[in-house]
């Protein structure tokens, strides 16, 4: 019903800067919160940052003053600004969004929000 999909990710030099996206297609009502998380190997997926529909950005700490969330609502866009980049940024990220979908069938309309994910896209950052 939804799709989730990043762009950007790659190798980088630490001190080096990058920029996620991800575009959200389907049936799309209208999308809330979306944000960036990330797992990097033998540890827990955590929230990188997250936004607003209004554009209130939230931040992990390690992250604070080095990575910037925006949003494009008119193209069910996220993005995420990497810069500063450290070995320890390593991981897959992922891209998360509350989106309300919705459409009708012979048994009657419904709308309803839910979670959706991404596939995943890799950074690495090199010492």
């Known amino acids: 019903q939804v799709q989730l999909v990043e762009s950007g990710g790659g190798l980088v030099q630490a001190g080096g800067s990058l920029r996620l996206s991800c575009a959200a297609s389907?049936?799309?009502?209208?999308?809330?919160?979306m944000g960036w998380y990330r797992q990097a190997p033998g540890k827990q997926r955590e929230l990188v940052a997250a936004?607003?529909?209004?554009?209130?950005?939230n931040y992990a700490d390690s992250v604070k003053g080095r990575f910037t969330i925006s949003r494009d609502n008119a193209h069910d866009t996220v993005y995420l600004q990497m810069n500063s980049l450290k070995p320890e940024d390593t991981a897959v990220y992922y891209c998360?969004?509350?989106?309300?979908?919705?459409?009708?069938?012979?048994?009657?309309?419904?709308?309803?929000?839910?979670?959706?994910w991404g596939q995943g896209t890799q950074v690495t950052v090199s010492s």
């Open positions: 936004i607003t529909r209004g554009g209130s950005p």
């Open positions: 389907g049936s799309i009502i209208s999308i809330n919160a």
């Open positions: 998360n969004a509350a989106v309300t979908v919705g459409g009708c069938s012979g048994h009657g309309c419904y709308e309803g929000e839910s979670d959706y």
